[in-house]
């Protein structure tokens, strides 16, 4: 019989059950070794030859074929019947049969219809029915995974291999055994199947993992399938980490387990501050270690920000993972640095900046000052600040000291830190110029050095701060490129440090820069040949230096100046320039910055913005 061929079945009949009871009956009375009984069947014989009658009964009914009684050709003479006592030959009592034509004498000749054909040597007659038997193939088991799950089940289990099938009108239906435990397998194509694990309080050992077509021949694929309880996870330490990962983070808790395949034992970090106004990111695994029942071991995974906070879920199995808890929850910090590096020697009241992301997560968090240890002053997200100067130093005592942060267990050094004596400055000049630009500034004063590892010099003009550099003995040079307008009668107020951090005014007291800027520029475009009033809408242009106004339509290699006529604090106009020099090979639509100034042009008094002039024919 071929693979996936269906044969039909026959049932048997009412009538074959005679049958059957009347051949066991005859070969009861064969026996008996009666000599009577033989001889009455031998006398039966003769009667019925001599009479030519029939003496088999036909056997009537809806499923059995009919039995005939042997009739004699008219070829063959009749002999007359012999005594059992003058019997020299055996003589053969008539037998029915159970195989091809059963039930009927031998070399029967009739003009009945041909009886139903069986195969030979069938025992029994059967009759014709819808039922039929679907033969397939044993299914074949290369793969099982996962190979662990909790003892409360219900674990997906994938199966590959070949062979599998479901053929629901057969009764060929996927099943899976785990130990002694039967569940109905789900059937994903001929070479996959699903199972979902059953319950199972057995952990002590692997238990075998069959496979079956119709619920009754299973197949050992050769794997086997562990249960453990599911662990309980209580916290973590430590609760925050480095954001480039490689903090060894345990997890604590119970019921933790040893048996399972160490591949499929992991810690899933899942993002969770990825709500609206935050980037989604997609979850990250790390090996987990088993140091024992109540401690389990992972390292954290890079690819996350500082500031960003995780939950951190178990697996066993690859497949089951613990719930997220709020108490679960790793934060990743990063710390960017400290600043500023120098600061002035009496500076009590100053505090060092700890610039980074996630600050606000630790469990301790120490300021290293000068071999010493001391609290920080706050702490916030994205900064941590720090004493600048220790409470019994010396506010003349300069030099360097060493600078770090304890945060949570970890040390991070940032190098020396160095005091020096405090800068005074007296005068700024020029007391104006450019919002926008590159003015420059120049500051006298005392104290002014860069010989120290740390120096910053810096000035700051309102909340803008710029560059400086030592120029003289007792001269900073400083440029702020953008800073904010003022209204008609305020100025910017000017500070100065060497550190850009450790602000001081004037000697004497405040002093203030006033700036001045374009806001808008109508109209913007004119024709080559110039005279086209151009109105500039801004502020600064104040009457004191009104006098000295001037624009300038070009860049510093290739322009024109003309003479500015100042109407207010906020207007003024100038008239452009008549046959502006094009540079070789330039259209006449050509478009040019256009700048204002008041100042010297030793100071580099023009506003550098965005705002243009366009020359057409």
Same mark, same amino acid.
Request: proline content about 6%; charged content about 20%; some cysteine.
């Given at each position: 019989?071929?693979?996936?061929?269906?044969?039909?079945?026959?049932?048997?009949?009412?009538?074959?059950?005679?049958?059957?009871?009347? =051949?066991?009956?005859?070969?009861?009375? =064969?026996?008996?070794?009666?000599?009577?009984?033989?001889?009455?069947?031998?006398?039966?014989?003769?009667?019925?030859? =001599?009479?030519?009658?029939?003496?088999?009964?036909?056997?009537?009914?809806?499923?059995?074929?009919?039995?005939?009684?042997?009739?004699?050709?008219?070829?063959?003479?009749?002999?007359?019947?012999?005594?059992?006592?003058?019997?020299?030959?055996?003589?053969?009592?008539?037998?029915?049969?159970?195989?091809?034509?059963?039930?009927?004498?031998?070399?029967?000749?009739?003009?009945?219809?041909?009886?139903?054909?069986?195969?030979?040597?069938?025992?029994?007659?059967?009759?014709?029915?819808?039922?039929?038997?679907?033969?397939?193939?044993?299914?074949?088991?290369?793969?099982?995974?996962?190979?662990?799950?909790?003892?409360?089940?219900?674990?997906?289990?994938?199966?590959?291999?070949?062979? @599998?099938?479901?053929?629901?009108?057969?009764?060929?239906?996927?099943?899976?055994?785990?130990?002694?435990?039967? *569940?109905?397998?789900?059937?994903?194509?001929?070479?996959?199947?699903?199972?979902?694990?059953?319950?199972?309080?057995?952990?002590?050992?692997?238990?075998?993992?069959?496979?079956?077509?119709?619920?009754?021949?299973?197949?050992?694929?050769?794997?086997?399938?562990?249960?453990?309880?599911?662990?309980?996870?209580?916290?973590?330490?430590?609760?925050?980490?480095?954001?480039?990962?490689?903090?060894?983070?345990?997890?604590?808790?119970?019921?933790?387990?040893?048996?399972?395949?160490?591949?499929?034992?992991?810690?899933?970090?899942?993002?969770?501050?990825?709500?609206?106004?935050?980037?989604?990111?997609?979850?990250?695994?790390?090996?987990?270690? @088993?140091?024992?029942?109540?401690?389990?071991?992972?390292?954290?995974?890079?690819?996350?920000?500082?500031?960003?906070?995780?939950?951190?879920?178990? *697996?066993?199995? !690859?497949?089951?993972?613990?719930?997220?808890?709020?108490?679960?929850?790793?934060?990743?910090?990063?710390?960017?640095?400290?600043?500023?590096?120098?600061?002035?020697? %009496?500076?009590?009241?100053?505090?060092?900046?700890?610039?980074?992301?996630?600050?606000?997560?630790?469990?301790?968090?120490?300021?290293?000052?000068?071999?010493?240890?001391?609290?920080?002053?706050?702490?916030?997200?994205?900064?941590?600040?720090?004493?600048?100067?220790?409470?019994?130093?010396?506010?003349?005592?300069?030099?360097?000291?060493?600078?770090?942060? %304890?945060?949570?267990?970890?040390?991070?050094?940032?190098?020396?830190?160095?005091?020096?004596?405090?800068?005074?400055?007296?005068?700024?000049?020029?007391?104006?110029?450019?919002?926008?630009?590159?003015?420059?500034?120049?500051?006298?004063? !005392?104290?002014?050095? =860069?010989?120290?590892?740390?120096?910053?010099?810096?000035?700051?003009?309102?909340?803008?701060?710029?560059?400086?550099?030592?120029?003289?003995?007792?001269?900073?040079?400083?440029?702020?490129?953008?800073?904010?307008?003022?209204?008609?009668?305020?100025?910017?107020?000017?500070?100065?440090?060497?550190?850009?951090?450790?602000?001081?005014?004037?000697?004497?007291? !405040?002093?203030?820069?006033?700036?001045?800027?374009?806001?808008?520029?109508?109209?913007?475009?004119?024709?080559?040949?110039?005279?086209?009033?151009?109105?500039?809408?801004?502020?600064?242009? %104040?009457?004191?230096?009104?006098?000295?106004?001037?624009?300038?339509?070009?860049?510093?290699? %290739?322009?024109?100046?003309? !003479?500015?006529?100042?109407?207010?604090?906020?207007?003024?106009?100038?008239?452009?320039?008549?046959?502006?020099?094009?540079?070789?090979?330039?259209?006449?639509?050509?478009?040019?910055?256009?700048?204002?100034?008041?100042?010297?042009?030793?100071?580099?008094?023009?506003?550098?913005?965005?705002?243009? @002039?366009?020359?057409?024919?």
């Amino acid at each position: 019989m071929s693979v996936g061929q269906v044969i039909e079945l026959n049932i048997v009949g009412e009538q074959g059950t005679r049958l059957l009871q009347d =051949e066991a009956s005859a070969a009861t009375a =064969e026996k008996s070794d009666s000599t009577e009984a033989k001889a009455m069947d031998a006398i039966l014989i003769t009667n019925s030859t =001599e009479s030519n009658s029939t003496v088999a009964e036909e056997v009537t009914g809806p499923t059995v074929t009919s039995i005939q009684a042997q009739e004699p050709t008219a070829t063959e003479p009749v002999k007359p019947a012999e005594h059992p006592a003058n019997k020299t030959a055996s003589v053969e009592t008539p037998k029915i049969s159970a195989g091809v034509n059963a039930g009927e004498l031998v070399a029967a000749s009739h003009s009945k219809p041909a009886p139903k054909v069986g195969t030979p040597g069938d025992r029994y007659i059967f009759t014709e029915s819808p039922v039929e038997y679907y033969y397939y193939h044993q299914p074949i088991v290369k793969k099982v995974q996962p190979t662990q799950g909790l003892t409360r089940g219900d674990t997906p289990i994938e199966i590959s291999g070949a062979w @599998f099938d479901l053929k629901l009108d057969y009764g060929v239906i996927p099943y899976c055994m785990i130990g002694d435990k039967v *569940t109905r397998a789900q059937f994903v194509s001929t070479v996959r199947l699903v199972c979902y694990s059953p319950p199972n309080d057995n952990v002590l050992a692997a238990l075998p993992v069959k496979v079956s077509l119709n619920g009754v021949d299973f197949v050992d694929s050769g794997f086997t399938f562990s249960y453990y309880n599911e662990p309980v996870l209580a916290s973590l330490s430590p609760q925050s980490g480095n954001y480039l990962g490689g903090s060894e983070l345990y997890i604590k808790g119970s019921q933790f387990s040893n048996i399972t395949d160490p591949s499929s034992v992991k810690c899933k970090f899942t993002f969770k501050n990825g709500t609206t106004g935050f980037r989604a990111t997609l979850p990250k695994f790390m090996p987990a270690f @088993f140091i024992d029942a109540n401690t389990m071991l992972c390292m954290t995974p890079n690819g996350f920000k500082g500031g960003d906070k995780v939950y951190v879920q178990l *697996t066993f199995n !690859d497949m089951d993972f613990s719930p997220q808890q709020e108490n679960l929850v790793f934060s990743y910090y990063a710390i960017f640095g400290s600043f500023p590096h120098s600061g002035p020697a %009496n500076g009590f009241n100053e505090v060092i900046l700890v610039k980074g992301a996630g600050l606000d997560v630790a469990n301790v968090t120490i300021c290293h000052l000068n071999k010493t240890d001391v609290a920080p002053v706050s702490i916030a997200e994205n900064v941590i600040q720090c004493p600048m100067v220790l409470a019994n130093k010396d506010p003349t005592a300069i030099g360097y000291v060493d600078f770090g942060l %304890n945060f949570d267990g970890t040390f991070n050094d940032f190098g020396q830190f160095y005091y020096y004596t405090q800068i005074e400055f007296g005068a700024i000049e020029p007391t104006f110029g450019p919002s926008e630009g590159e003015g420059e500034i120049f500051f006298t004063g !005392d104290n002014f050095r =860069e010989d120290f590892q740390g120096v910053e010099i810096g000035c700051k003009l309102g909340d803008s701060v710029g560059q400086g550099q030592i120029v003289g003995p007792n001269t900073i040079k400083c440029v702020v490129e953008q800073m904010a307008l003022v209204e008609e009668g305020e100025g910017l107020l000017v500070q100065l440090a060497l550190n850009s951090y450790s602000w001081t005014g004037g000697r004497s007291g !405040d002093v203030v820069y006033s700036p001045y800027g374009i806001l808008s520029v109508q109209p913007n475009s004119g024709p080559y040949e110039g005279f086209t009033d151009v109105q500039i809408v801004g502020k600064g242009f %104040n009457g004191e230096y009104a006098d000295r106004g001037r624009c300038r339509f070009g860049t510093e290699t %290739n322009y024109a100046i003309v !003479d500015a006529q100042v109407l207010d604090y906020s207007k003024l106009i100038c008239r452009s320039p008549e046959e502006f020099a094009l540079p070789e090979g330039a259209s006449h639509l050509y478009s040019v910055p256009i700048g204002i100034a008041f100042g010297d042009d030793e100071f580099k008094p023009y506003t550098l913005g965005t705002h243009r @002039f366009r020359f057409y024919p």
